[in-house]
């Protein structure tokens, strides 16, 4: 099948490729390289240097295409806070674009990679049908994302599937600046011979974090399963979290106290039943698996 990977030069994007392709699909790639990098290009992709943001730009590049994988996002909180219209911008506009795009090309199916940030202050475990609670742009953005893949798939007829990613780490994933996760900042540092940077003892916020190459197969997953498809919002979680302490054990490395930032969740643990259930998917990848994963692929072992 002939499939687009929007952010397909990104973190998950890019391991989300390596899986089609080795599946035998045609992928085509679309990012403007912001955050994403040409390394990261599997090299049987055909890309499309293109921004979302430009409906004009992207269009054309949707015709005869079975599927999209929409991934292309300014993926962080901090700066959707220092940054809400640019981060708009690309996260709510850049999406309604590539629903348009695919629905005027007669799309398939279109898998949007939402996140578990619009849950907020909800208790745990964050279950699908949760009234959202967006503490921040980010979060606000992608369920804004949220709405038109029900609006589009309602009003206009485009299939369309929602998976809320919980913490995804694995191979590269972005190490430095303000698009670094947790898990990307303590390697870095570490590599740097740096102490790891962490809210008073760790012990106030819990991630649960998902290895890339799971959140790869339940997209798969997605897009071949014929029971879904109208919409439905599909927690891809462990379903069991961790302290920033113990993710920093796991590391074992020196450790350094720093204020915390604002806007962010406390705890994030998913209820992953409807993962199970519509798309047969369940993690196969425990946090301490992953984590020795690379530090062995990074030399921190």
């Excluded at 890019?14 to 599997?42: C, F, P, Q």
């Excluded at 992709?45 to 293109?50: G, L, S």
């Excluded at 907020?120 to 959202?132: A, H, I, R, S």
Aim: charged share 20%; glycine share 8%.
């Amino acid at each position: 099948m002939k499939i687009i990977v929007t952010g397909g030069a990104g973190f998950i994007g890019s391991n989300l490729s390596d899986a089609l392709i080795e599946s035998g699909h045609e992928v085509h790639i679309i990012d403007n390289l912001e955050t994403g990098k040409r390394d990261n290009l599997n090299p049987r992709a055909i890309f499309h240097e293109a921004d979302i943001r430009n409906y004009e730009e992207i269009a054309s590049l949707f015709a005869g295409m079975d599927h999209v994988f929409h991934l292309a996002a300014l993926a962080r909180i901090q700066p959707s806070i220092a940054n809400p219209l640019e981060t708009h911008h690309a996260n709510a506009t850049g999406t309604l674009n590539v629903l348009r795009a695919a629905q005027k090309a007669g799309v398939k199916k279109l898998i949007y990679s939402g996140s578990s940030s619009v849950y907020g202050k909800n208790p745990t475990p964050f279950l699908e049908d949760m009234k959202p609670d967006p503490l921040n742009p980010y979060a606000a953005q992608k369920l804004m994302g949220e709405f038109y893949c029900r609006n589009f798939t309602e009003l206009y007829g485009l299939p369309t599937v929602i998976l809320r990613y919980f913490n995804v780490y694995g191979p590269r994933e972005i190490l430095t600046g303000a698009y670094a996760t947790v898990i990307g900042i303590f390697r870095q540092q570490l590599k740097e011979g740096k102490s790891m940077t962490m809210v008073a003892d760790g012990e106030q916020k819990t991630r649960d974090f998902t290895h890339v190459r799971d959140v790869a197969r339940a997209n798969i997953l997605a897009m071949e399963s014929d029971r879904v498809g109208k919409a439905e919002i599909i927690n891809i979680g462990t379903g069991k979290n961790y302290t920033i302490k113990e993710l920093a054990d796991m590391f074992s490395g020196p450790i350094q106290v720093i204020p915390a930032r604002p806007g962010e969740t406390v705890t994030t643990l998913a209820d992953n039943s409807r993962a199970k259930e519509l798309l047969g998917w369940e993690p196969t990848i425990s946090l301490s698996e992953g984590i020795a994963e690379l530090k062995k692929l990074h030399g921190l072992d």
